[in-house]
């Protein structure tokens, strides 16, 4: 690592802890964690989903991706049907990354191309995890947790690129894009690990991300880090190659 890129790195890494500077956006998200800690009535958590139109019609859209092919009835659900059934840590995780999409939303042109490769991974990584969920029998996975789960896939890069348009555009001398890749492509398990800790994702989430990247093992044969593992090692996209 060059004395610029070190530089670079321990900077972007103070920004990682900064939860406001990487989300951005934060009327919705704060009131709603706050509103499932205290695992209050499900209306509280209702009214706040609601208070946002596009953030409620990406939680609808999410519930219905996640569902069977087959399973017609399910998908002409409300709202209020929906979050019920997901459950509060499923509204949270889908919350926070409709949110972290939109701060990817607002970054320069510059980082557009980056951007986008990383969305449209994540996104494809997700449908490919609930796909495989859907083939499988015998297992009792819920398929918004398989989901939320792969849509934190490439979540360390992601925090790592919206840091850094951050930290370019507060300094005084435009810094080059080829460090932030080379930085994220040497150092992503760092970066990944510091993102979930600043950010307090809930545990099992980040229990399930590191048993998805084979940095974690179990028995339990019906983890959805399990599911989204294959579809990773596939992808060779593993922090840790199997």
Not at 6 to 13: A, D, G, K, L
Not at 146 to 153: D, G, H, I
Not at 167 to 179: C, D, H, M, T, V
């Amino acid at each position: 690592m060059t004395d610029l890129e070190h530089q670079v790195f321990t900077q972007v890494r103070a920004i990682i802890g900064n939860e406001e500077q990487v989300i951005g956006r934060r009327g919705i998200l704060i009131p709603l964690k706050k509103a499932i800690i205290a695992d209050g009535d499900i209306r509280n958590v209702i009214d706040i989903v609601s208070s946002d139109p596009a953030l409620a019609a990406h939680m609808l859209y999410r519930s219905n991706a996640a569902a069977a092919p087959c399973a017609d009835a399910i998908k002409n659900r409300s709202l209020k049907d929906a979050l019920v059934r997901l459950g509060q840590i499923n509204i949270y995780r889908y919350a926070f990354s409709f949110y972290l999409k939109e701060r990817l939303d607002e970054l320069p042109q510059l980082y557009k191309k980056l951007v986008t490769g990383y969305w449209t991974l994540t996104e494809s990584i997700a449908v490919e995890s609930v796909d495989s969920l859907h083939q499988m029998e015998g297992v009792n996975i819920d398929p918004d947790e398989v989901q939320t789960l792969a849509l934190f896939s490439v979540f360390g890069e992601i925090v790592a690129l919206t840091a850094f348009a951050y930290l370019n555009a507060e300094s005084e001398q435009s810094l080059p894009l080829s460090i932030i890749k080379s930085i994220i492509d040497n150092h992503k398990q760092t970066l990944t690990l510091d993102a979930f800790e600043a950010l307090d994702l809930d545990e099992e989430l980040r229990q399930e991300f590191m048993i998805a990247h084979n940095l974690r093992q179990t028995r339990n044969t019906d983890s959805p880090g399990l599911i989204l593992r294959r579809v990773l090692a596939m992808r060779n996209q593993l922090l840790k190659p199997l």
